[in-house]
Each structure stands twice: as C-alpha cells, then as structure tokens.
T-cell receptor, first 116, second 112 residues
C-alpha cells in the first residue's frame, strides 16, 4: 500500500531531551516536507526536501533539523525540545514539486508531540 | 511570503450546496490545492487548479481565477461525513519552489 509512515504517533518528552520523528514513504517520491499544525495557525512548513541531499527551510525552521540521505526517509530532529514545540506534526511527500505538476501531496498520519 | 485567507467557520444542512472561498496574495504561483482534514487526522487531497476555470470531481468542484487571486471549493449534496476542515494551499514558484503555503482552514459543520 502506498503510504507515508510517521513514528511515533504520540510522544511526551521533557525539555532538552533530543528526539527524532521518523518519516518514510514507499512511493519513490522526490519531494518530502514537514509541517506543524497548531490551533488557529493552520499548517506551517518547517523544512522541505526537493530530492536526496537537498533540503531547505520553510516558515518555522528554528529549533529543528532534517536530513535526506536516502530518498525514502526524511527524519525530523529536535536537538533540544522546548514547550513551544508542542504541536501536531505531519510529514508529506509528492512525486515532484516542479512547475506545473498536478500531483497532490500525501500526508502521514501525524505525530502528536508534547514537551513538558 | 504568501497571504492566504479563508473563512474560519461555515455551517450548512445535509443535501445542500456550500461554497468555501479562498483568496491569496503570492510572490509566485504554481498551483492551488484543496485538502480535507477530519479532526485529528491527516489532510487528504481533494483538488488541484493551476489554470483558470472549474475542475469538477464528483460532488466536489474547485474554481480558480489567477488574475483575482481567488479560488473556491464547491461541495454539492452535502453529507454528514463532509463535516471537516477544508484547507486551501498555494504552491510556490521559482525561488519559492518547494514551498506550500496553507490557509488556516475553514471548519464546515453539516447539520441533519
């Protein structure tokens, strides 16, 4: 089944303890991206990757890191989580983001992170 | 950056038609998407417009006017399961290629 898989689904952690949220897609998509969703603010892009070894910042990259060493995986790393990073996180992928492509984005099921 | 506006909430009754509007101001435009999101779930793709005009897909249609920076999603024959948040998103172009900008979503409630 074609899908984007995020893990974990739920995570409660303490301030300052490094964590990684994994994202994997089995559709050979070039493009992957991370978003956070907060009440009243909608979905905001954190980082995106146009292809392997190519990553760039979105609207809210502070406090986050990403890497794209292989096509299928795009982990989100929080080196020193803080309470303001408590949010619902989504990973998404698409065959490409090139001009004119009409491919939609497939989203993972989400990771609800709480930092105390 | 991009500015994307859509109403916060709408209500309608089962069987009716509802139109959800989205206006955008962009520095580069490479298509507009509509997504549906049920509470606590992932957004799911509904439609894509890059050229002016209407795209119809079953009960859902989406319209785009690039000169006006305007789109709408039309939902016909509303069902209870259509109660959800509807997200308008604009994809960037050129220096913003790879960026996907979302509105804050329109929460639609369908009453019996």
């Amino acid at each position: 089944e074609a899908q984007v898989t995020q893990n974990p689904r739920y995570l409660i952690t303490v301030t300052g303890k490094k964590l990684t949220v994994t994202c994997s897609q089995n559709m050979n998509h070039e493009y992957m991206s991370w978003y956070r969703q907060d009440p009243g603010l909608g979905l905001r892009q954190i980082y995106y990757s146009m292809n392997v070894e190519v990553t760039d910042k979105g609207d809210v990259p502070e406090g986050y890191k990403v890497s794209r060493k292989e096509k299928r995986n795009f982990p989100l790393i929080l080196e020193s989580p803080s309470p303001n990073q408590t949010s619902l996180y989504f990973c998404a992928s698409s065959p490409t983001a090139r001009t004119g492509s009409n491919y939609g984005y497939t989203f993972g099921s989400g990771t609800r992170l709480t930092v105390v | 950056g991009q500015n994307i506006d859509q109403p916060t909430e709408m209500t309608a009754t089962e069987g009716a038609i509802v139109q959800i509007n989205c206006t955008y101001q962009t520095s580069g435009f490479n298509g507009l998407f509509w997504y549906q999101q049920h509470a606590g779930e992932a957004p799911t793709f509904l439609s894509y417009n890059v050229l002016d005009g209407l795209e119809e897909k079953g009960r859902f249609s989406s319209f785009l006017s690039r000169s006006k920076g305007y789109s709408y999603l039309l939902l016909k024959e509303l069902q209870m399961k259509d109660s959800a948040s509807y997200l308008c998103a604009v994809r960037g172009r050129g220096s913003t290629l790879g960026r996907l900008y979302f509105g804050r979503g329109t929460q639609l409630t369908v009453w019996p």
